[in-house]
């Protein structure tokens, strides 16, 4: 994308009063929590701790979501730049670690060359993560209680692309309209069998088992954003024991918890699952993202065949089962960073592979708050975290406030924001003045430089980043 781009819908930073911010969202015809004025630590809804059923505490009411990581060595262990990121969410104050990034569960299950990896060769280093994220925490806060920390396990799929960051190779559970030709696939590109699914679930489960050895006290199935666990949701076409009915559809995730209570019992399940999803999109005549395929669109889990509109009769389907398996943590998201990044993690500037905002971004934003609102009013029992909060800037503890006041999640997700300003949950809940110059401002280049065989991290605002020299080349693929 152009670096003379001037987006056409107002900056959060432009909207520097709550009266203005207000007035915008009312213009705008946006319906969202808000609080002009944030309360006293004693007195905030940040500050609340939580015990779940099956004995440990969440202290506050933060969370740091997972991320995909580009730094890790290719047989999948961590390097100076992953600890030196997990570090910084140890030290952010948030009290929930959301399994800190992405870990491929197998070799060619990765959706970069450079993923984490758990397996017996790499445990110790796991071990090492864990250790480290307990003593930073302990040392900026003086102890560990009410720290959770999870492992985010994953395999990507339809978006593999395990051993060349240049080549994709895809493992599908069905031939996709829209995505087999964005992809370069044929329409009979081969389909995982039921045989290969079943050798990933006990990878998933063998993985688990490696988590828990090494301290993590809870572990994410990942069910979203187009990755594996997410498109068995929606294999309406795929034929056989892992497709067609709802029944079937969840059996992947079935079967990986049936196998994880039984070879590690006491671990703490959770699951990250996009509640609802669109067709995908693609840059329409002036650039600005338009549907890929016209209506019907059946494959979005969670939405309608109109393709941009939520339906969520088989989201709430999703959380009986999850109930019915006794998984309390459910960290709420929606689509995908490849096919329709705007309704996923809303930004007014896209990323070099991605399409300009068909819609004022905090549209986005309000969509997920109101989708996990439903979610928590129609299943209480559940502790949810919402995300897409990093494009409120400013903003965001004053909307994040209003939600927990008005249980319409229980934890407040960040994501991009803590590659820039990693101890915002810290200032937010000792009532620290923001620092404005660290504010993720969605300029997308952690998404951008991975996109272009680069590693991630906040190039525009961590000076750590920035004077790399990779800086300037990113800066060409921008501007090209």
Not at 50 to 58: F, V, W
Not at 117 to 133: G, K, P, R
Not at 151 to 172: N, V, W
Not at 229 to 251: M, Q
């Amino acid at each position: 994308m152009s670096g003379k781009y001037k987006p056409e819908y107002p900056r959060v930073a432009q909207l520097k009063t709550a009266e203005l911010f207000k007035a915008h969202l009312e213009k705008e015809g946006i319906e969202m929590p808000f609080d002009a004025e944030l309360k006293d630590t004693s007195d905030s809804p940040y500050s609340t701790s939580h015990q779940l059923r099956s004995g440990p505490t969440i202290g506050n009411a933060f969370c740091i979501l997972p991320m995909e990581g580009w730094d890790g060595t290719t047989d999948g262990r961590p390097t100076e730049f992953t600890k030196r990121r997990w570090k910084n969410f140890a030290i952010s104050g948030a009290k929930l670690l959301w399994g800190c990034e992405a870990v491929a569960v197998c070799p060619d299950g990765r959706a970069n060359p450079n993923q984490l990896m758990i397996n017996e060769d790499t445990l110790s280093e796991f071990v090492d993560l864990f250790q480290m994220i307990q003593s930073e925490h302990s040392t900026a806060f003086g102890s560990t209680d009410g720290l959770l920390t999870g492992l985010q396990l994953t395999h990507s799929g339809r978006f593999c692309k395990p051993f060349d960051k240049k080549k994709m190779e895809p493992k599908i559970l069905y031939s996709h309209p829209v995505l087999n030709g964005k992809f370069g696939l044929a329409e009979d590109y081969p389909l995982l069998t039921d045989a290969e699914i079943e050798d990933i679930i006990q990878k998933y489960i063998d993985a688990a088992v490696l988590a828990k050895k090494a301290g993590f006290q809870f572990v994410d199935i990942k069910h979203c954003h187009g990755y594996l666990g997410h498109e068995f949701l929606s294999a309406y076409d795929r034929e056989g024991k892992y497709g067609g009915s709802f029944e079937n559809r969840s059996r992947f995730l079935k079967e990986i918890v049936s196998g994880i209570r039984k070879a590690a019992p006491g671990l703490e399940i959770g699951v990250r699952l996009s509640t609802f999803d669109w067709v995908p999109f693609k840059p329409g005549e002036d650039s600005k993202g338009v549907p890929a395929k016209e209506a019907p669109y059946k494959y979005a889990f969670g939405g309608d065949e109109s393709g941009i509109k939520e339906d969520l009769p088989e989201t709430f389907q999703f959380l009986e089962l999850l109930r019915d398996l006794e998984i309390e943590l459910l960290c709420t998201t929606a689509g995908s960073p490849y096919y329709n990044p705007h309704i996923q993690r809303p930004a007014i500037f896209p990323p070099s592979d991605g399409y300009l905002p068909p819609e004022d971004p905090l549209h986005g934003v309000a969509r997920q708050i109101q989708v996990a609102a439903e979610l928590k009013k129609a299943y209480p029992e559940f502790y949810i975290v919402g995300s897409a909060y990093s494009y409120l800037q400013e903003w965001l503890p004053n909307v994040g406030q209003a939600v927990l006041d008005q249980g319409k999640a229980d934890s407040i997700g960040l994501g991009r924001m803590v590659l820039s300003y990693p101890e915002l949950p810290a200032d937010v809940l000792t009532r620290n003045v923001m620092k404005r110059a660290k504010i993720c401002r969605t300029f997308s280049d952690c998404t951008t430089a991975p996109r272009n065989g680069m590693i991630s991290g906040c190039f525009p605002l961590d000076p750590f980043y920035k004077k790399m020299p990779i800086h300037d080349e990113l800066k060409k693929i921008k501007e090209s």
